[in-house]
């Protein structure tokens, strides 16, 4: 029996921009070990007394293999940095990042998904979270804007480690060589970067669903599927079983073989002024992200 270790490396986001895909194409790999899903150690509530003993009866590892885990959020979570910092000062981290004003959309999309932010659409969302009225009674609201402070976030980590200690990857590269960058993040972690990964390399895990009126409907298992904390910032999966377990899939089945055919998933398209008024809120910070990690990103503001 092999002895427990603490994870060696982290994905730390960022949301809604592929690092579900990451954690997958690295977990295929032989060297290397990740639970599935995401460890929200590190964040209030989960991180209580600090008791490290949860994150090493997480690991699974085979002696020559790494062990690291997820979590999107940590990226934009103010209290993480210094709690990773303290429990694991020489992890590597990993963050991939996407232009905060394509993020923002699908993690709009997201928050209504899980119940944190009403049915709206687009347009009189941005209203709402420009005008900060969501805030009291969707207090995660912010977040959709907030986790896109990208620079912002990254001194952060900067002020609790070494540089070399964080991979920044870019979304837009993803997209266009995505086995380049996988190899890129397998050379960082000290595995072999000629490995392919299988199927994964071509799935697209977490499709957004953009669809109001599917939305809508969706969201009637929330409250079988999910138990929200007191302040509804949080939520669990239950132990779905019996009946309201395929009550769940039903939900999913109506959507899936119904819905889908009446209601089109198409992204939408922001119009000029409702993309120059997310624009205008993260200039600054895109700007300060140039300046941070000495890279160009004049494409993101400029047109």
Known sequence: ???????EFIIIGAQKSGSTFIQDCVSDHPQVYMPEGETPFFEDPDYGEGDIGILEQLD????TQKFGIKRPSYLSR??????????LPNAKLIMILRHPVERFLSAYFHHIR????????????????LSGQMAE?????????EFGLYANHIRRYLDNFNRDQLLVLWYDDLKADNIKVIREIYRFLEIDPTYVPGKVLNSRPQKVVYSLPRLKWLRLQNGIKYEYCYNRKRLRLKEVKG???WLCVANEWMDYMILSRFFANKKPTLGADDYQRLLAVYLDDIKALESLLEKDLKHWYQT
């Open 60 to 63: 699974r590892s085979k002696p």
């Open 137 to 145: 009674k969707y207090p995660r609201s912010p977040e959709i804007i």
């Open 1 to 7: 029996m092999t002895s427990t270790m603490l994870p």
């Open 243 to 245: 009946l309201k377990k």
């Open 114 to 129: 899980d119940g944190f932010f009403p049915t709206l659409a687009v347009r009189k969302g941005i209203d709402g979270l």
């Open 78 to 87: 103010p209290e993480c940095p210094g709690r990773i910092k303290k429990h």
